[in-house]
T-cell receptor
Framework: EAEVAQSPRYKITEKSQAVAFWCDPI?????LYWYRQILGQGPELLVQ????????DSQLPKDRFSAERLKGVDSTLKIQPAELGDSAMYLC???????????????FGEGSRLTVL | AQRVTQPEKLLSVFKGAPVELKCNYS??????LFWYVQYSRQRLQLLLR??SRESIKGFTADLNKGETSFHLKKPFAQEEDSAMYYC????????????FGQGTELSVKP
């Protein structure tokens, strides 16, 4: 069964260092999402891609976070420099289509847990 | 502002008891509501959506626009229902963007 792949599963870093997370969505899924989940809270959308284009990055802290999906397939989320408050689970999800045809079913990866010391 | 509120962090019931996980939302238009579930050591996954009016694993949820609620119900809880449950909202014409609540942990005791 096709699944969303993410790496690394765990990352421990010191503040001010750079961190990168990778996501490979389910093959054929046009829409890719990066969510951040702070412990005890629900997932919060950081950025949404439709193919290689950013559809929504309104909640992405653009002074330190960047995301790309160059060929419209896999994606990378980067944090530079990391801060203590960035400690969270970073979830990648994908869906078959975007826009009004989207059913609302997102397929999530296992997540990348970041700890900033 | 769009917001989803799940007032209970933890709900503990005994096997066979009825379950109701509460979800209230704030949205000015016509939202779509969903319940997602995360079982232990598994990925977050869709449980059900209001538009489908379906029962999944014995769970149902009715959208009450007057009370702006979308509570998840099951008449007889099973131990395998123990999990984190997240209510989520999507605004009209907003594609796949989901706004999640804080989540409720359901613990079903034997």
């Amino acid at each position: 069964e096709a699944e969303v792949a993410q790496s690394p599963r765990y990352k421990i870093t010191e503040k001010s260092q750079a961190v990168a997370f990778w996501c490979d969505p389910i093959s054929g899924h046009a829409t890719l999402y990066w969510y951040r989940q702070i412990l005890g809270q629900g997932p919060e959308l950081l950025v949404q891609f439709q193919d290689e284009s950013v559809v929504d990055d309104s909640q992405l802290p653009k002074d330190r976070f960047s995301a790309e999906r160059l060929k419209g397939v896999d994606s990378t989320l980067k944090i530079q420099p990391a801060e203590l408050g960035d400690s969270a689970m970073y979830l990648c999800a994908s869906s078959l289509v975007g826009g009004t045809a989207n059913t609302g079913e997102l397929f999530f990866g296992e997540g990348s847990r970041l700890t900033v010391l | 502002a769009q917001r989803v509120t799940q007032p209970e962090k933890l709900l503990s019931v005994f096997k066979g008891a009825p379950v109701e996980l509460k979800c209230n939302y704030s949205y000015s238009g016509s939202p779509e509501l969903f319940w997602y579930v995360q079982y232990s050591r598994q990925r977050l996954q869709l449980l059900l959506r209001h538009i489908s009016r379906e029962s999944i694993k014995g769970f149902t949820a009715d959208l009450n626009k007057g009370e702006t609620s979308f509570h998840l119900k099951k008449p007889f809880a099973q131990e395998e229902d123990s999990a984190m449950y997240y209510c989520a909202l999507r605004g009209y014409n907003q594609g796949g963007k989901l706004i999640f609540g804080q989540g409720t942990e359901l613990s079903v005791k034997p």
